[in-house]
Structures are given as C-alpha cells and as structure tokens.
Nanobody
Framework: QFQLVESGGGLVRPGESLRLSCAASGDIFIFNNMGWYRQAPGKQRDMVASITEGGGAQYADSVKGRFTFSRDSAKNTMYLQMNDLKPEDTAVYYC?????????WGQGTQVTVSA
C-alpha cells in the first residue's frame, strides 16, 4: 500500500511558474509507471507527464517545452516543474502510480492561472 500526497499548487498569473511535489509513503521507484494527470472542471482527467517502462518522459502536446517531470528516489518524491503557465493549465493536478496489483492516486492539488 502506498499513499501519495501532492503539494505546491496555488494561484499564479500567466507566464509564472510552479513546482508540484508528490511525496510517496514508500519506495515507489521500484515501479516504472508513474506520472501526473490533471482534470479541469467538466472535463475528463488527462495525462500531463508520465514515465513508463520504456524509459523517458512523455508529455501532453499542450505542455511540451513548458513542463518537466522529475523524481528524487532518495526522497520518494516526484515533481512537476511548470513554467510559462497559461490560463488553460488551470485544473486539479494528481500524481499517479501504476503497480502490477493496483493503481494509486493522490488527493490532488489545485492550480489556478489567472490574471
């Protein structure tokens, strides 16, 4: 069993940056499939950035060049660095872990981009 806890969301202006963190309760980096998703009001939850068994990070087209996924195995934490934020990035952001037995989601952190 793992618990994932996100932090770092907030209200920012267009063009500003945020870094989201997802702290895990155990060593999640023995698994290879993890990432970040987001859900805007009235919309489905979509992948933002992920790492799979094939290695390397994948990004949604809308965030390529602006968002960067990283992880720190010593801290059991994954991060999402978000630069040049746009109003359309406004959503609840969730970290996600997929294991052979089940998948895990964090509780979500709100990111609002508004002038």
């Amino acid at each position: 069993q793992f618990q994932l806890v996100e932090s770092g969301g907030g209200l920012v202006r267009p063009g500003e940056s945020l870094r989201l963190s997802c702290a895990a309760s155990g060593d999640i980096f023995i698994f290879n499939n993890m990432g970040w998703y987001r859900q805007a009001p009235g919309k489905q939850r979509d992948m933002v950035a992920s790492i799979t068994e094939g290695g390397g990070a994948q990004y949604a087209d809308s965030v390529k060049g602006r968002f960067t996924f990283s992880r720190d195995s010593a801290k059991n934490t994954m991060y999402l660095q978000m630069n040049d934020l746009k109003p359309e990035d406004t959503a609840v952001y969730y970290c996600h872990l997929d294991t052979p037995r089940r998948e895990y989601w964090g509780q979500g952190t709100q990111v609002t981009v508004s002038a």
